[in-house]
């Protein structure tokens, strides 16, 4: 006669709550990554509910209305290598997406830039937030390249006009041997897997810097003291 | 639908009349696109406004 244990599923599951909790499995590098993961950002640190006091500024908000850009751009980009060149250039529909791809790059820049500018006259590389610093650099610079490779991709005469116009410059620089902008599937690939990859780990990190070290506090006053971190009870809600 | 298409691009068609070589400004070896001249004072005019208007928090605590 076989027995059938009637609640399998359940059973398991305490059998892995269990496991969790022994301490031979303490060293194990699974555990390690784990512990020093949730240690170094505990779920309330990654999405807090608040900020503190100084964050309360118009300048603050365009960091995140770059990384709202940056989804938008991803998710009509998409929609577009689905479709294809056809449909971006011929129906309605896929001009209209086509047109949202290329605004909110124009947004995702616009943002960017304003955010550049506010965190360097803020010197947000202050209070061991180097690496956040310098990932939102190397993000710009990859996100030039990203979108002048998208230019090179629309297949248009304007796209041909830009590849033509920027071959001289780059083949002045020695690296047309290796990037070749009139080279349409090379460029294409970058534009569609390479630099957009690159670009959502940057920002990634970046964000996750930001979360790691916190959000930079401005300069103090004339005989005003502002500590690297907020002081207790002056937060906002978020 | 094309009916609304046609009347959109007739108004906003009628507000900015692309339908020419673009204009630049050469200031010495700087040539630059009035257009992108355009973008780039409107970034420093939105800098400037995010640092000169005030922000409302939730009930201005903590402020």
Known sequence: MTVVDPKPARADQADLDKAAGRPEDAAQWTARLRESAVE????????????????ASWIYVFGVTTVCALIVVIATGLLLAVMGPNWWHVSSTGLFVNSLHLWSVEVFFFAMVVHLWGKFFMAAWRGRRQLTWITGVVSFLVSVGAAFTG??????????????????????????????VTNFGQMIMWHITLLPLCVIALVGIHVLMVRLRGVVPPFAAKGEAIGAESPAGSEVEA | MHALALVVGALFGSIIDLNHPGHYIHWGFIQMSYANALVILLMIIVFLAAILIPFRSHKGEGR
Request: no cysteine; proline share 9%.
């Open chain 1, 40 to 55: 170094a950002l505990p779920p309330q640190k990654l999405l807090p509910d608040r900020q503190p006091a100084y964050v």
């Open chain 1, 151 to 180: 230019y090179l991709s629309q297949q248009n005469f304007d796209s041909q006009w830009i590849s033509t116009q920027a071959k001289d410059g780059i083949n002045s620089t020695g690296a047309g041997a290796i990037f070749n």
